[in-house]
């Protein structure tokens, strides 16, 4: 069974702090690694995906992973109201089957 | 350009009746997966096409079944359904098969089970 595990209940976050995310995953030799956003009542929408161990920046956000921990992690800089939003971390483990995690509420307070 | 569409957007249904979902995939994508969402849980994969053939198939029963055709939209059809089937069900699209991982989804169809 391949598990994604996001385990913090809901984030409250003021406007321009920083929002911390993190993921762990259970197998080892998963390769790529995708953060998706999900607005309410709306589809998932790819905002990261990351591959090597290390950071990877795209304007606020930025994406960590450590494959010798199983960790996966995101931090959305500079928090913003339109950031408000369920944060799903995925995992592919083959053929574009990803493996979501139950996802983290985000809130954004102005 | 248009995205990935999928139809119905809603519909309810009772225990025991068929159901027949549809997507089309972004124009130039070769790959379908479909994916059912529980409300507070992630996307559970269900399965995959690409160039037509099914790649991969999730933990559901026999009663899911899909298929792909050679205008690579497809079809999800759930048999027999249960109350447990209410979620929405989400069709994603990508290039082929490199294994990116990287998806495209539609704005699912939401089955509601009674």
């Known amino acids: 069974q391949k598990e994604v595990e996001q385990n913090s209940g809901p984030l409250s976050v003021p406007e321009g702090a920083i929002a911390s995310l993190n993921c762990t995953y259970s197998?080892?030799?998963?390769?790529?690694f995708f953060w998706y956003r999900q607005y309410s009542g709306k589809s998932p929408e790819l905002i990261m995906s990351?591959?090597?161990?290390g950071d990877k920046e795209d304007g606020r956000f930025t994406a960590q992973l450590n494959k010798a921990s199983q960790y996966v992690s995101l931090l959305i800089r500079d928090s913003q109201p339109s950031d408000s939003a369920t944060y799903l971390c995925a995992v592919n483990y083959g053929n574009n089957r990803l493996a979501f995690g139950k996802g983290n509420q985000v809130v954004v307070i102005p | 350009d248009a995205g990935v569409t999928q139809s119905p957007t809603h519909l309810i249904k009772t225990r025991g009746q068929q159901v027949t979902l549809r997507c089309s995939p972004i124009s130039g994508h070769k790959s379908v997966s479909w994916y059912q969402q529980v409300l507070g849980q992630g996307p559970q994969f269900i399965f995959q096409y690409y160039e037509k053939e099914e790649r991969g198939r999730g933990n559901f029963p026999d009663r899911f079944s899909a298929r792909q055709f050679p205008n690579y939209s497809s079809e999800l059809n759930v048999n027999a359904l249960l109350l447990g089937d209410s979620a929405l069900y989400l069709c994603?699209?990508?290039?082929?098969?490199?294994?990116?991982?990287?998806?495209?989804f539609g704005e699912g169809s939401r089955l509601t089970v009674l």
């Open positions: 197998d080892r030799g998963s390769q790529s």
């Open positions: 994603a699209s990508s290039f082929g098969g490199a294994n990116t991982g990287e998806l495209f």
């Open positions: 990351i591959y090597s161990n």
